[in-house]
């Protein structure tokens, strides 16, 4: 059973709806009988989706005895948890006062549908602080239930930094009974709960979403509060990579370029930078470095970082630039200064755009994540596979993921540096920069890149293995 609130194609913010998509379909092609569930928001609804209801009314007995209805989506794996009172809102997540219980609710409807269906999970794995208390649960109030005797419970920590930390006036809508001595009483008297809290305590193992990740946050510096708990539980936290969906991130049959390409056929990208720079009204300047962004503009992804030296490099025209995200107005009005300070230079598409996110991909030399922190990060394992050098900070996944080139050796994939600042971020597009010129270098960086695996099929084997460990089976 895999529980998480968001799961493309349906619903996503992020990365975890990626995830949630991805993942159990790749498991699914391991053998493994997978049952996913999610809340049917009102944009499910509205989306064209085509789903069968199944259950009229599973109640459930923690929460009031209120009633949902049962979806099932076409791949047989995706169930919706239909309850419009808490899902039919303008957006997946919202800051409204009963935020706790959407999810909450949630977490009770996924193992309230395994006992009408009479399914017994040999895993129950939560995603993120929305399913936080999920382990709890099975430790707790479903203990005596036999369906979920042999049930070992998995918790996924997609992003630290946000734990579901609410007041303590919600205690009676956790439903916990006799068993709300479980929770942790010290945090509990100063008035707090914490969903992913809970997670770590009860939870039969931990990962996250790369092995660097899983170190850092065993640290006061990235630990968000909650470090001491990682060490303590260090031998139960596991770092797996996230992967990419080759059926969908795939240069040799993205839908979405103008030329399809592989490494035979790398010129082909040269086609897409044109139509790139063309359809953004910039320069056609080929032979020029074109550096690209898709992002949530946020201080975790280091937007700060490159205002100044893109500026530098814009003015020295040096490089091109195109950007695609939104997020916090600050960033968003600085990306915008860039590009109606250096016209034919400098593009920027507030929002989100599926085509112009692949197309940057495609067509862009080099893609840029100085992130502040990252899990996991997506786009440089995107951009490796379009051959399309990432420049990134070495932390969380970008530092598992992506090697700095040596032109000496010819060995590595993109450009890392090390310290958070414009110094830093200059450095590493100064390095692009000097590579860039020299074809064959830059054509043996794309392919090295080209080259890695970073599929689903590859990660879902290493969670295939810890689902194996925990249920005891030694195959």
Request: proline share 5%.
């Amino acid at each position: 059973m895999f529980v998480s609130s968001e799961v493309a194609p349906y619903s996503k913010t992020g990365g975890l709806g990626d995830v949630s998509g991805a993942l159990p379909a790749s498991l699914q092609s391991l053998g493994h009988e997978i049952t996913v569930v999610t809340p049917l928001y009102s944009s499910v609804k509205d989306g064209g989706h085509r789903l069968h209801k199944v259950y009229d009314a599973i109640a459930v007995r923690a929460a009031d005895g209120n009633e949902f209805a049962a979806y099932l989506a076409e791949d047989g794996r995706t169930w919706f948890v239909d309850f419009p009172a808490l899902y039919s809102r303008p957006a997946i997540y919202t800051n409204d006062a009963d935020e706790h219980l959407r999810f909450l609710f949630l977490t009770h409807a996924s193992i309230e549908l395994c006992r009408r269906r009479r399914w017994s999970p040999d895993i129950a794995h939560g995603n993120d602080w929305q399913t936080g208390m999920l382990p709890l649960y099975l430790k707790s109030i479903y203990a005596d239930d036999p369906l979920f005797a042999s049930t070992s419970s998995i918790f996924t920590i997609h992003n630290l930094a946000y734990q579901g930390v609410f007041g303590s006036t919600i205690l009676p809508q956790l439903s916990l009974g006799q068993f709300q001595h479980l929770l942790h009483q010290d945090h509990l008297r100063q008035g707090r709960i914490n969903f992913m809290e809970h997670a770590l305590l009860y939870a039969d193992a931990i990962t996250t979403v790369s092995p660097t990740y899983a170190r850092e946050i065993q640290t006061t510096e990235h630990g968000a509060g909650l470090d001491g708990l990682l060490r303590l539980r260090s031998d139960r936290l596991f770092g797996i990579l996230n992967g990419i969906d080759v059926n969908t991130w795939n240069p040799r049959i993205d839908r979405y370029l103008p030329a399809q390409y592989s490494e035979r056929t790398l010129g082909d990208k040269e086609i897409n930078k044109r139509h790139l720079l063309e359809s953004r009204g910039l320069e056609p300047a080929t032979d020029t470095l074109l550096m690209g962004v898709v992002t949530r503009l946020t201080s975790q992804k280091g937007v700060e970082l490159m205002i100044r030296p893109l500026a530098r490099l814009l003015a020295e025209e040096r490089a091109t630039f195109v950007a695609l995200g939104s997020g916090e107005r600050r960033f968003e009005d600085a990306l915008q200064w860039l590009a109606s300070t250096f016209p034919g230079r400098a593009s920027f598409h507030r929002g989100y755009d599926e085509p112009l996110a692949h197309l940057i991909e495609g067509g862009a030399d080099a893609f840029l994540m100085p992130s502040l922190y990252e899990p996991s990060g997506l786009n440089q394992m995107y951009s490796l596979a379009y051959g399309t050098a990432p420049i990134v900070r070495r932390t969380g996944g970008l530092a598992d993921t992506v090697s700095h080139y040596d032109p000496g050796t010819g060995e590595g994939t993109g450009f890392v540096f090390d310290h958070y600042s414009e110094d830093g971020q200059m450095w590493a597009m100064d390095q692009a920069l000097r590579t860039f010129p020299d074809k064959d270098a830059w054509r043996r960086m794309q392919l090295n890149g080209m080259a890695e695996d970073n599929s689903w099929e590859r990660r879902a084997g290493e969670y295939d293995d810890l689902y194996r460990w925990l249920s005891g089976d030694p195959q």
